[in-house]
């Protein structure tokens, strides 16, 4: 930040007395404080946690700075943790500036700097490895930026595991977008942690104005009345001349009627509203990569530049610059060619197809207001700092894994509060386009709209369950740990109040049918039903159980040859044995024929009565249902991945053999099968580059799972086409054994990236025909799985359960695989 004094490797002569360091924290600003903020900083000062929810660009991460600074002047270390590795970088850049390379490391899996430094940049995943091994490493503050991620479906587990195993010592320093229970947020983690503050700021810095956008370039206010009188545009333009010829909102089907059909507005209309106005920079979000390109590659084709002659001077020496530091980028490429293009008329492109470099070339240029407009998906929302004056949301609906569904309250705050610039723009202004007149409704609610509260994400995987199996061992220890999740929480409020709907249903119908009880109120004979409910679930819990330990007998035979040893585990961590779930049973069923009901006269006619109640019995059946899953689904959870462990000898007599051992190391979504793999055998013997080209089947999920290059590439490759065959069918055999136990977590093998890992590992230099010969996909995406694919080789190697055979090996790949334009791309 503007004003800020950088921090030397003498931090010991930062001041020690609290007041001086919060004084002279504030001296680094030529600006004064918000109050939200001077509250965290006095709260922190004096040894609280913190969690703050405001808006983008409130200033949320000068919190974490003081926090920073306290650190540093008092000796301590701090970890700060991001979601994106693009942001981990970003941050590592921005704080290696302010306090010296000395004072700041990183680690991101497949990169590892000065990694005992004091103030530590690191992914959430790898902290909460640490955590889980008991390695605080000395730490005395956390910092959980974009702590909203714990709502992340896919990653949004590790949020809650680190403040599950964070040391209580450690003071947290949570920052969030805004949230509608951050108050519940923190109410979980004071119980599960240690008493944290929570502070809601809900006022942006700058204001914001939101407008609603139609195709001729016509801006709306957000209002019901605006809603109406665009319909009633819409409805007259839909009218059709004597030639038959619809106007723009409508068409015609056969037999004359009319068609729903969607009109994007056009991006040449958008920004020339903007321009008139006096509303560049902005930063145009569109939601799909070929959306963005096809954008910035028409723009080009109608539009004058934005950049007057000294100012295109400035961004041709940038590029030059960047081509000189970045020298194996290709821009002779279609993509690059387009990039660069733009960027000298002041129009930019950023998703996550593009290389870093680039991206990053595009974040520098638009920060210094070289760039105008930013074709950007959403990702761009998440983080990355590149306020602007104007924000253009280009549609109101997303792709997503189930179709299409309509943007988020959330979303819509996270993307449109880029817009307005503090200490520059009085006013920021985001536009609502609208594909058609029945969106305006759609961005009148969304403009309107409460942001939504924080779902729990929260799962058991493999690497989950086998971190806890070694770290807890204990099942009763295990089980108290799930238990304080954020997710079990929430199941535990909404227990609470399942339970007094339960109640006042039962009054309520119970009078409107006539339903009295002469002895006791019918809340009583409820739970008594409850509680023989209950013994019926511990009598289905023992049949499973006898049918999980078989199953997972005769598993294990056939994975180790070991016949049927073991099956003692899946009862080790159910809790008891099959007799003490009978002795269990014995203890219920008689302090059930104790209740005062059991033995009532009047029961059977009550209950008869109650199931003669259609109404009631299918609410009743419901509630049941709902409670037992709330109560229970994470153990559950727990209990199926443990026995799939067990099927595959991974678990024994509840401890972790070498193969369960390595699972619980791996941050990776395939831990399973990446096990499965590294014991099978497929890796040995091979050279770094066919070792290499298997493993790349295992990163991530692409964007597409076939492959046509692979599978011609494999046809000049029968020894590593035989290899890829066995890894399908492992794949297979994971996912088979994943459903027969009812465990719902995701399994992916593809060949997208083997051809082009192949090559690269093999010596190929020429990075363009690789990527246009064996991949034919965006090249950032070939550096990310790269980058992946080199922190999955390290994980491998790292591990002492391996042959020290394949390790080599392994160490041999990430030197050939981390050069030339991947390994430039490292810190970016």
Same mark, same amino acid.
């Given at each position: ?35 939200? +903020? ?118 949004? #587990? ?12 450690? +003071? ?36 914001? +104005?939101? /407008? ?13 009345? *605006? ?10 333009? $839909? ?22 059909? $969607? ?42 530049? !934005?950049?007057? *002659? ?27 060619? !387009? ?9 930019? %492109? ?61 979303? %819509? ?167 003490? #779930? ?85 941050? &990776? ?62 794949? +297979? ?16 093998? &593809? ?58 090996? /392994?160490? $041999? ?16």
């Amino acid at each position: 930040m503007t004003g800020e004094r950088p921090i030397g490797p003498a931090s010991t002569s930062l001041p020690q007395n609290e007041q001086a360091l919060v004084d002279s924290f504030h001296d680094r600003y030529p600006f004064s404080l918000d109050s939200f +903020q001077e509250e965290a900083i006095r709260l922190i000062a004096e040894d609280n946690s913190v969690i703050v929810s405001a808006p983008t660009g409130a200033g949320k991460t000068l919190i974490a700075e003081f926090a920073i600074y306290r650190a540093l002047a008092h000796q301590h270390r701090i970890a700060y943790t991001t979601p994106l590795k693009a942001l981990s970088n970003q941050k590592y850049a921005d704080f290696t500036r302010q306090y010296g390379e000395g004072l700041v490391g990183i680690l991101t899996g497949d990169v590892k700097v000065n990694p005992r430094a004091p103030l530590i940049v690191m992914t959430t995943e790898i902290l909460r490895n640490k955590f889980y091994a008991g390695q605080s490493e000395g730490l005395a503050y956390v910092v959980l930026d974009e702590c909203h991620y714990m709502g992340n479906e896919g990653r949004g #587990t590790v949020w809650e595991e680190i403040v599950i195993n964070c040391p209580p010592e450690v +003071q947290l320093v949570a920052l969030s977008a805004t949230v509608s229970n951050i108050g519940e947020i923190a109410e979980w983690i004071s119980q599960t942690h240690r008493p944290i503050r929570a502070i809601h700021h809900p006022i942006r810095p700058v204001p914001l +104005q939101y /407008l609603l956008c139609d195709k001729d370039g016509q801006l709306w206010p957000p209002e019901p009345a *605006s809603v109406q009188r665009i319909l009633r545009g819409s409805t007259s333009a $839909r009218g059709f001349s004597s030639d038959r010829v619809a106007r723009p909102w409508g068409r015609r089907r056969e037999h004359g009627h009319r068609a729903f059909r $969607r009109r994007p507005l056009e991006v040449s209309v958008a920004i020339a509203v903007l321009k008139s106005r006096r509303w560049l920079p902005a930063i145009y979000f569109i939601f799909s990569r070929s959306g963005c390109e096809r954008a910035l590659a028409r723009f080009l084709e109608r539009n004058e530049p !934005l950049l007057d *002659s000294a100012r295109a001077e400035e961004v041709e020496e940038a590029i030059g610059r960047a081509l000189f530091e970045y020298p194996s980028i290709v821009p002779e490429s279609d993509l690059n060619r !387009l990039i660069l293009k733009g960027l000298r008329r002041g129009v930019g %492109l950023h998703h996550a197809g593009i290389l870093p470099a680039l991206k990053r070339l595009t974040e520098i240029l638009f920060e210094r207001g070289l760039v105008q407009v930013v074709f950007a998906t959403e990702t761009m929302s998440l983080g990355i700092h590149m306020p602007a004056k104007s924000v253009v949301i280009g549609g109101l609906r997303k792709r997503s894994d189930l179709g299409f569904r309509s943007l988020s309250v959330g979303e %819509l705050t996270q993307m449109g509060g880029r817009a307005g610039r503090r200490g520059i723009d009085p006013e920021g202004t985001c536009l609502l386009a609208l594909d058609s007149a029945e969106a305006a409704e759609d961005a009148v609610r969304l403009v309107r709209g409460e942001p939504e509260p924080i779902e729990s994400r929260f799962r058991i995987g493999y690497s989950s369950a086998a971190l806890l199996i070694e770290s807890h061992r204990e099942p009763e220890a295990i089980r108290k740990t799930i238990e304080r999740s954020f997710g079990q929480f929430q199941n535990r409020r909404k227990i609470e109040a399942i339970r007094v709907e339960q109640e006042r249903l039962i009054r309520r119908m119970a009078e409107s049918e006539g339903m009295t009880s002469p002895c006791c109120e019918l809340a009583t004979l409820f739970h008594y039903r409850e509680g023989r409910a209950a013994v019926e679930q511990e009598q289905e819990r023992l049949r499973n159980l006898r049918v999980a330990t078989a199953r997972a007998g005769r598993g294990r035979g056939k994975a180790r040859g070991r016949g049927g040893r073991g099956s003692s585990s899946l009862a080790f961590f159910w809790g008891e044995s099959a007799e003490e #779930t009978r002795a269990k049973i014995d203890v219920m069923t008689l302090s059930l024929s104790q209740a005062p009901c059991h033995r009532c006269p009047e029961r059977g006619l009550r209950e008869r009565q109650i199931k003669q109640s259609r109404r009631l019995g299918q609410v009743l059946e419901g509630h049941r249902r709902t409670l037992q899953q709330l109560q229970d689904s994470y153990w559950e959870q727990f209990l199926q991945v443990v026995a799939v462990l067990q099927h595959f000898g991974y678990l024994e007599d509840g401890r972790l053999s070498a193969e369960g051992r390595l699972i619980a190391s791996l941050r &990776h979504d395939n831990e399973l099968l990446a096990a499965r793999v590294a014991f099978s055998g497929l890796l040995q013997g091979l050279p770094p580059e066919e070792l290499a080209a298997l493993l790349s089947c295992l990163v991530e999920e692409p964007r597409r799972a076939e492959s046509p290059v692979a599978r011609l590439f494999l046809r000049d490759q029968a020894h590593l086409r035989r290899r890829v065959k066995t890894l399908e069918e492992l794949s +297979q055999e994971v996912d088979k054994i994943q459903r027969s136990y009812r465990v719902a977590l995701p399994i992916s093998m &593809h060949t997208v990236y083997l051809a082009a890992t192949h090559r690269w590992v093999a010596g190929e230099d020429d990075w363009l025909a690789l990527v246009e010969q064996s991949f034919g996909a965006h090249e950032g995406d070939l550096i990310r799985a790269f980058r992946r694919l080199i922190d999955l080789c390290r994980q491998l190697e790292e591990s002492p359960v391996l042959p020290a055979e394949i390790q080599r090996t /392994l160490s $041999r790949t990430v030197e050939l695989l981390d050069r030339g334009i991947v390994l430039e791309s490292a810190l970016i």
